[in-house]
Structures are given as C-alpha cells and as structure tokens.
C-alpha cells in the first residue's frame, strides 16, 4: 500500500496549525478546544504520520477496557506466556506493555509509534514509558498492546488509555458481563464508531448459563450504536489454569488475530478502515478547535476594548480637568493672584531698574519668585489631575476584566498590582510636567526671538511670559464660580493682553494651543503607557488575527491531498 502524494505534508502542516492553535484564555468551552487539540495532536503523531508513512508496517492492537475486565490475562492466554502482569490493587498506574515478534522488533523500538513514550526492555517501564517484549507467540505482522483502564480513577490512567487508543490499527474492547452497560466504556465505543476504528469486542466473565442472553443483549446495544460489524467474542467465567483462560474459551480470538496477521489483504483492509475513519474525523474535530479559537478572539476583542474604553475615558477627563478652568482651583489661584493680581508682575514691566530691584530684595528677604510659585502649582495640579484619571483608568479596566470571560484567570491574582498606575508613574508624570513646562519656556523665548520682542520679553522674564502662556491653557473659566471666575478671568485677561502686546494676539493663541497640543501629547503617552501592561497580558494569550482562518486553510489542504488521492 502506499499513501497518496502530499497527504503526509498536508497532515503535518494541520498538526502544526492544531498544536499551535491559541487557547490561553479562560473562556467557556476553552477546555473542550484544548482537549480536543490535544487528541488530534496526539493521535497525528502516535497513529496518523507513522501509519501514513509506512502502510505496511506490523499492525497494531491495542487491547482496552474497563477496570478490572481481565485485559493482562486475556493478553497472557492468547499469547499462552506471561508477557505482562495482572494487577492485582485498582487503579494500577504500571505502564502499557507492547508485544511484537522478534521479527517486528524494530518498528516498535524506536519512535515511530507512540514517538512520546519512552521504551524499556527487560523490566517494567516507569511512568510515561513503554515496555517492549518480544515473543516468539506472536506471529509477524501483529503487535499487541496490553493498555491501562479506561475508566481508571487516575486521570493519567485514563489520558494514556484514550491516546493509545486513538493511535490502534485495531481496538480490542474487553468488558464484562457485570459491566458491559457502564457508560465510560461505551462514550469510547462511540467515539470508535465516529472515527472508524476497527473494533472487537471481547466479553468476558460470563457466566454459562447466561451467554446466550448477555450476548444477544450487547449485541442488541452494539447494533443500536451502529457497531455491529464489530466482532464480538465471548469469554465465559471459568476456572485460570496456572493463571491463564481455558484454551477453548480463548482460541476463537487467537485465531481471528493470527488470521490477520497472516492474510495481507485483511491486514490492509483493517488498516484502510481504520486509517480513512481517523482522517475523516479529524474535520469535526478540527472544527471544535477553530470553534475554540474564534471564542478566544472574542473574548480578546471584548477584553482589549474594554481597556481602551477606561484609558478613552481617562484621556477624555484630563482633556475635561485641562480645558474647564478647574486646575485654576486652590493654590494656583492664590499664586495666579499673587503673580499678576497683587502687581508683582506689572511692576517689572517699568523697567530693568524694577526688574533688578526686585531680583535683589528677593535674594535679601529669601522672596520666592512669584513665577516660580506659581509654575509649581501648575506643575502639582497637573501631575495629580494625570494620577487620579490613571489611577481611574486602571481600576475600572480590572473591575471590567473580572466581568468579562477570560478576565479573571488573566488577572492571575494580580489585581493589587494593576488595580492602580504602576510604581513608576509618579516619575514618569512629574517628569513630563516638568520637561512640558520647560518646553512652554523654550516656545516664549523662540517666540520672543525678533530685536523688539526681545526687549520687551526681557523687560520682564521668560519664565512669566511662560507662566502666563501656561495659565493661558488652563484659563477656561468653565469650572469656576463666583470670586474664583472673576479672579481667575480678570487676572488671564491682563496676563494676556500683555503677552499680546508683546508677540500678537495671533502668537498668543497658536503659543496657548501649541502648549496644550504639547501637553496633551505628554498625557497620551502616559495613558500609553499605563494601558500597556494590560495589553501585555492579552498580547501572551490572545490568537493572532486570522488564526482561526490558518486552521481552515490547514484542514482544507489536508481534504484536498486526500481527493486528490483518491
């Protein structure tokens, strides 16, 4: 037998897709997605690529089933040597045992099959190995697995029994008469049916007078779950004979297994069956995956908008507490007044003389210099009116985050942490206040740069023509009321109309909005900034765009290379 061209590249390329597929937001029906990756990634690497790549090698039956079915001893007695051992305490957690001819040995020893367990020879294997025994009671042509319980209380148990499942040419189901209705075993069989697997069945423990019933009764339920072509063997409840079935009881399925391994054609066409059931579900499978991905997209979406509502916000209250007036409060009021209403400002206007006179009797009486004063408390409002919408912003992006799904495994436990501006916001923002007034500064001065401008300008002092155009952005009388308005208008409007005679009025206002352009820009990249370190967490786990679009494509592919092989 050979595979058709391109199928095994076209497999891969779906497996690497599957493997790959975003799953890390905690979202429901995120855990279904990822067991189902799981399983398809599995069993493309354990069944699908081996057999794919070598049709005609050994075939492989895996012997599962219920706890306590009785699966190491019908191993034993169909092989008629003790090749594994029975447990004895439930739930065993040893590992599968494989049995192949010597002949076979090396398409079982390396990684072909089941590349992800480890083998051991000579002994019993350790968690996440394989023990190899080679037989000479096999015939070529046939391996057999002896596999845990797939109902085991141990969830590894039961993981390890459905992966080795997935990657059998051949599934012998053994169960027993007390058992054969449970409902673990028979969500198996149904997912053998969905993918095609070739299935026996081999109903064990009997007893005598009840074979007839119990038989026809499981073969009245394999019917119903459209599994009636799986052959179904009968084992009743005897004495062991040094540990092993009576001959009579295990040789009609010693036969139909060493049939098969003799017969090419049978061979094959358990293999073919097996093989096209197996590819053929992988669409629906992979349809939960791609399922699973859009949901994560979603829930990304929903989480990322979210974050950029409660930063807008923030960028819209600083816009708000910038433009309304309300930074003219408080302090900066009384130093505004101070600056311009009580006349220290205007009395430099008379001249050098009153400039130096009053840079003297300040350097004598320990006088702060009125402009300084009051770029200081711009400074403060500013930085505390950027702290309180950052604080803002982060605290309403979390409490958003826990409502929206995915958000609360996001967060991580990390809610104190983000629930409010990082630990370096505080330099950041007194840093950008500072170099903003600084750059206020520097636009007075090239402004003032022309002969006449310039002797009016140093008539007086860059840093209160600044602190004027600073006052001047703030100046919205919007939040005032009462003795604040008619300080706060009175005293800009003269601030400003002499800054207007000295550069224009039109240089005064493209100075104004130049400023607030500048500081609005500064506040932007703060707020940038902050949101980054929600955006981090989501930029780990959120599916690229077009991820879900990848994963159809794959499955697309790996449909064509079949037709075309067909």
Same mark, same amino acid.
């Given at each position: 037998?050979?595979?058709?061209?391109g199928?095994?590249?076209?497999?891969? %390329?779906?497996?690497?897709?599957?493997?790959?597929a975003?799953?890390g937001?905690?979202?429901?029906?995120?855990d279904?997605?990822?067991?189902?990756?799981r399983?398809?990634?599995?069993?493309?690497?354990?069944?699908?690529?081996?057999?794919l790549?070598?049709?005609?090698?050994?075939?492989?039956?895996? #012997?599962?089933? =219920?706890?306590?079915a @009785?699966?190491?001893?019908?191993?034993?007695?169909?092989?008629?040597?003790?090749?594994?051992t029975?447990?004895?305490?439930?739930?065993?957690?040893?590992a599968?045992?494989?049995?192949?001819?010597?002949?076979?040995?090396?398409?079982?020893?390396?990684?072909?099959?089941?590349?992800?367990?480890?083998?051991?020879?000579?002994?019993?294997?350790?968690?996440? @190995? *394989? %023990?190899? #025994?080679?037989?000479?009671?096999? &015939?070529?042509?046939?391996?057999?697995?002896?596999?845990?319980?797939?109902?085991?209380?141990v969830?590894?148990?039961?993981?390890?029994?459905?992966?080795?499942l997935?990657?059998?040419?051949?599934?012998v189901?053994?169960?027993?008469?007390?058992r054969?209705a449970?409902?673990v075993? +028979?969500?198996?069989?149904?997912?053998a049916?969905?993918?095609?697997?070739?299935?026996?069945i081999?109903?064990?423990?009997?007893?005598?007078?009840?074979?007839?019933?119990?038989?026809d009764?499981?073969?009245?339920?394999?019917?119903?779950?459209?599994?009636?072509?799986?052959?179904?063997?009968?084992?009743?409840?005897?004495? *062991?004979?040094?540990?092993?079935?009576?001959?009579?009881?295990v040789?009609p *399925?010693?036969?139909?297994?060493?049939?098969?391994?003799?017969? $090419?054609?049978q061979?094959?066409?358990?293999?073919?069956?097996?093989?096209?059931?197996?590819?053929?579900?992988?669409h629906?499978?992979?349809?939960?995956?791609?399922a699973?991905?859009?949901?994560?997209?979603?829930?990304?979406?929903a989480?990322q908008?979210?974050?950029?509502?409660?930063y807008?916000?923030?960028?819209?209250?600083?816009d708000? @507490?910038?433009g309304n007036?309300s930074?003219?409060?408080?302090?900066?009021?009384?130093?505004?007044?101070?600056?311009?209403?009580?006349?220290?400002w205007?009395?430099? !206007?008379?001249g050098?003389?009153?400039?130096?006179?009053?840079r003297?009797?300040?350097?004598?009486?320990?006088?702060?210099?009125?402009?300084?004063?009051?770029?200081?408390?711009?400074?403060?409002?500013?930085?505390l009116?950027?702290?309180?919408? $950052?604080?803002? $912003?982060?605290?309403?992006?979390?409490?958003?985050?826990?409502?929206?799904?995915g958000?609360?495994?996001?967060?991580?436990?990390?809610?104190?942490?983000?629930?409010?501006?990082? &630990?370096?916001? $505080?330099?950041?923002?007194a840093?950008e206040?500072?170099? +903003?007034?600084?750059?206020?500064l520097?636009l007075?001065?090239?402004?003032?740069? @022309?002969?006449?401008?310039?002797?009016?300008l140093?008539s007086?002092?860059?840093?209160?023509?600044?602190?004027?155009?600073?006052?001047?952005?703030?100046?919205?009388?919007?939040?005032l =009321?009462?003795?604040?308005?008619?300080?706060?208008?009175?005293?800009?409007? #003269?601030?400003?109309r002499?800054?207007?005679?000295?550069?224009?009025d039109?240089?005064?206002?493209?100075?104004?909005?130049?400023?607030?352009?500048?500081?609005?820009?500064?506040?932007?990249?703060?707020?940038?900034a902050?949101?980054?370190?929600?955006d981090? !967490?989501?930029?780990?786990?959120a599916?690229?765009?077009?991820?879900? #679009?990848?994963?159809?494509?794959?499955a697309?592919?790996?449909?064509?290379a079949?037709?075309?092989?067909?």
């Open positions: 037998m050979t595979s058709p061209p199928l095994p590249d076209a497999l891969q %390329q779906l497996r690497d897709q599957v493997a790959s975003p799953l937001l905690a979202v429901p029906g995120r279904t997605a990822a067991r189902t990756a399983s398809v990634v599995d069993q493309v690497d354990d069944y699908l690529l081996p057999r790549r070598d049709l005609d090698a050994p075939l492989l039956t895996v #012997v599962g089933g =219920s706890t306590g @009785g699966k190491s001893t019908l191993v034993n007695s169909v092989l008629g040597a003790r090749v594994t029975p447990g004895v305490l439930r739930p065993t957690t040893r599968p045992v494989l049995v192949c001819a010597p002949a076979d040995r090396a398409a079982f020893a390396g990684d072909r099959v089941l590349p992800g367990l480890t083998r051991t020879t000579g002994g019993e294997a350790g968690p996440g @190995g *394989l %023990q190899l #025994v080679v037989s000479e009671s096999l &015939p070529a042509g046939l391996a057999l697995v002896d596999a845990p319980d797939v109902d085991s209380v969830e590894a148990n039961r993981d390890l029994a459905g992966q080795l997935a990657a059998a040419d051949l599934w189901f053994v169960t027993t008469a007390a054969y449970d409902a075993p +028979w969500d198996l069989l149904r997912t049916q969905e993918r095609g697997t070739a299935l026996a081999v109903l064990d423990r009997v007893p005598p007078e009840a074979v007839v019933e119990v038989a009764d499981l073969a009245g339920m394999l019917r119903r779950a459209r599994l009636e072509s799986a052959r179904l063997f009968v084992v009743e409840e005897r004495p *062991l004979a040094d540990g092993f079935l009576p001959e009579e009881q040789a *399925l010693r036969e139909w297994l060493h049939a098969l391994a003799a017969d $090419a054609e061979r094959a066409a358990v293999i073919r069956q097996t093989l096209a059931g197996a590819l053929e579900s992988l629906d499978r992979v349809d939960v995956v791609v699973g991905v859009v949901d994560q997209a979603a829930a990304a979406e989480l908008a979210a974050a950029d509502a409660s807008a916000r923030a960028r819209a209250a600083i708000e @507490g910038v007036g930074l003219l409060r408080g302090e900066v009021l009384a130093r505004w007044q101070e600056f311009v209403g009580t006349g220290e205007m009395r430099t !206007l008379q050098h003389v009153g400039r130096l006179r009053d003297v009797t300040a350097a004598f009486t320990g006088r702060s210099n009125p402009a300084d004063d009051l770029a200081g408390a711009l400074e403060s409002g500013v930085e009116l950027l702290r309180a919408e $950052a604080d803002r $912003a982060a605290e309403k992006t979390v409490t958003s985050w826990r409502t929206l799904p958000g609360i495994d996001l967060l991580d436990g990390r809610e104190t942490e983000l629930d409010g501006v990082s &630990p370096s916001f $505080a330099g950041a923002s840093d206040v500072r170099d +903003w007034q600084g750059a206020v520097e007075v001065r090239n402004e003032g740069a @022309g002969k006449r401008s310039r002797a009016r140093l007086w002092g860059v840093n209160g023509a600044g602190a004027v155009v600073m006052v001047a952005v703030f100046a919205s009388t919007a939040g =009321s009462g003795a604040e308005l008619a300080v706060a208008g009175g005293t800009t409007a #003269v601030g400003q002499v800054l207007e005679a000295v550069f224009g039109a240089a005064v206002r493209e100075l104004a909005a130049r400023a607030r352009a500048d500081l609005d820009a500064r506040a932007d990249r703060l707020l940038r902050e949101q980054r370190r929600f981090a !967490l989501l930029a780990d786990v599916p690229a765009p077009g991820a879900d #679009v990848e994963l159809r494509s794959a697309q592919a790996l449909a064509a079949r037709g075309a092989g067909a």
